[in-house]
Every structure is written in structure tokens, then in C-alpha cells.
């Protein structure tokens, strides 16, 4: 008796270690990119697994510039559409913050409640409907909204932010400092249906990342 239910102990520890690898976000194996990327796991920290390429922040319904960003996840060459690639974004609020919730965990104690993920099909596309963020009270930072890259088989990484063009902080010297990560982030807004603004930004896999 005391080998059988050694031997189903034994058994039910695989079972649930075999369980654990195959729900895993991210594998061990994924190859390191990018560089120093601190907080760039929040990519993995979405809760529902059916995942599409389209999202709406939490904002949206707010009071505030109503925005819709779109566009096409590429590889590396810059034309075939990348499917199944996760895009993390998160940005603050109209006053410029990151607004936590009372029981926010894990990233979303530093990155507030406005994000969203998004996962491509076999076009490449994407769109996220939010709203135009707030530069930081008291700062001279430019608006902008942080994205994160998760493509299979490589650790999460970092691209240049999104940034409006016409943005009175958005200077030549800032201009200047952009890494063009993923491609160019400054986008511009235009105006769209029922005054919601649009704006287009593709992204090339691995573009000016390091390690790539």
C-alpha cells in the first residue's frame, strides 16, 4: 500500500509539473533580447487566454480625447505579417498618472489600470481604442504610451513609445533621443469617425534591438 500511493504521488506531481510547462506564457528557453527591460513581464500577466487583435483600455469611456491606434506587426524584413506576436501597452490618465486600483497586483501597481494586450492573427494587424494620455504633472516628458513586445520564442522586450506629433514637449532634442526601436513611434493623429482620432503606427520585429 505504502508503494502504490508513493507511485500516485509520484504520478500526480507529473501530471501537474506536465500541467504547469504546457500553461506556461513564456518558456525557458525563450531567447534574451532588448537589453534591460524592467517591467517588461506585465506582457505575460493578461488573464484571458483567447487573446485577439483588437482591444479597448479601460479608459476609453472616459472623459478625455478619444483615440483609435492601428496597424501591422511585420518581421524582420519589414513585409511578412508576424502572427501570434502579444503587444503590452500602458500609459497614464488625463492627469498624467498611473491610477492603480485598491487591490491592483503584480506590474499593475506601477503601470495603473489603463492597459491592454493585444495578439495578432495571420495579417499582422492591430488596433486599441483608448485615450490620448496626459504628459507627467509638473514634467516636460512628451505624452506617450509604453508598448512591449512578445513574439514565440523570445523574452519580452521593448520598443520606442508612442508619441504625438505636434506635442509641445516633443522637441528636437527628444525627437533626437528616439532609438527607433520596432520602427518610428511618432505618429500622428488624424480625425476619424464619430471624433475619435486615428492614428497608424507599423512595427518590425527586432528592429534596432539588441541581441536580435
Same mark, same amino acid.
Given at each position: 500500500?505504502?508503494?502504490?500511493?508513493t507511485?500516485?504521488l509520484?504520478v500526480?506531481?507529473?501530471?501537474?509539473?506536465?500541467?504547469?510547462?504546457?500553461?506556461?506564457?513564456?518558456s525557458?528557453t525563450d531567447?534574451?533580447?532588448g537589453?534591460?527591460?524592467?517591467?517588461c513581464e506585465a506582457?505575460?500577466?493578461?488573464?484571458?487566454?483567447?487573446l485577439?487583435? @483588437?482591444?479597448t483600455?479601460?479608459?476609453?469611456?472616459d472623459i478625455?480625447?478619444?483615440i483609435l491606434?492601428t496597424?501591422?506587426?511585420?518581421?524582420r524584413d519589414?513585409?511578412?505579417?508576424?502572427?501570434?506576436?502579444?503587444?503590452?501597452?500602458?500609459?497614464?490618465n488625463?492627469?498624467?498618472i498611473y491610477?492603480?486600483?485598491g487591490?491592483?497586483?503584480g506590474?499593475a501597481?506601477?503601470h495603473?489600470? +489603463?492597459?491592454?494586450?493585444i495578439k495578432?492573427?495571420?495579417?499582422?494587424k492591430?488596433?486599441?481604442y483608448t485615450?490620448?494620455p496626459?504628459?507627467?504633472?509638473?514634467?516636460?516628458?512628451?505624452a506617450?504610451?509604453h508598448?512591449? @513586445?512578445k513574439e514565440?520564442?523570445?523574452?519580452?522586450?521593448?520598443i520606442?513609445e508612442?508619441?504625438?506629433?505636434g506635442?509641445p514637449f516633443?522637441?528636437?532634442?527628444? +525627437?533626437?533621443?528616439?532609438q527607433?526601436r520596432?520602427?518610428?513611434? +511618432?505618429?500622428?493623429?488624424?480625425?476619424?469617425?464619430?471624433?475619435?482620432?486615428?492614428m497608424?503606427?507599423?512595427?518590425?520585429?527586432?528592429?534596432n534591438i539588441?541581441?536580435?
Open positions: 500500500m505504502k508503494n502504490f500511493i507511485t500516485s509520484l500526480t506531481a507529473m501530471i501537474s509539473m506536465s500541467c504547469a510547462q504546457t500553461n506556461r506564457k513564456e525557458a531567447k534574451v533580447v537589453g534591460d527591460c524592467e517591467g506582457a505575460l500577466e493578461y488573464d484571458d487566454e483567447t485577439n487583435a @483588437v482591444d483600455l479601460p479608459d476609453f469611456n478625455g480625447p478619444k491606434v496597424g501591422t506587426i511585420f518581421h519589414g513585409k511578412t505579417p508576424a502572427k501570434d506576436v502579444i503587444l503590452y501597452i500602458y500609459h497614464t488625463q492627469q498624467g491610477p492603480p486600483t487591490n491592483a497586483k506590474w501597481k506601477r495603473g489600470y +489603463i492597459r491592454g494586450w495578432t492573427g495571420d495579417d499582422g492591430y488596433r486599441f485615450l490620448q496626459a504628459s507627467y504633472p509638473e514634467g516636460k516628458n512628451p506617450h504610451i508598448p512591449v @513586445v514565440p520564442g523570445l523574452v519580452p522586450y521593448w520606442d508612442y508619441l504625438f506629433e506635442d516633443l522637441t528636437p532634442q527628444e +525627437i533626437g533621443h528616439q527607433k520596432g520602427g518610428n513611434g +511618432i505618429v500622428k493623429v488624424f480625425a476619424g469617425k464619430d471624433g475619435i482620432g486615428v497608424q503606427r507599423d512595427i518590425v520585429l527586432g528592429m539588441p541581441g536580435y
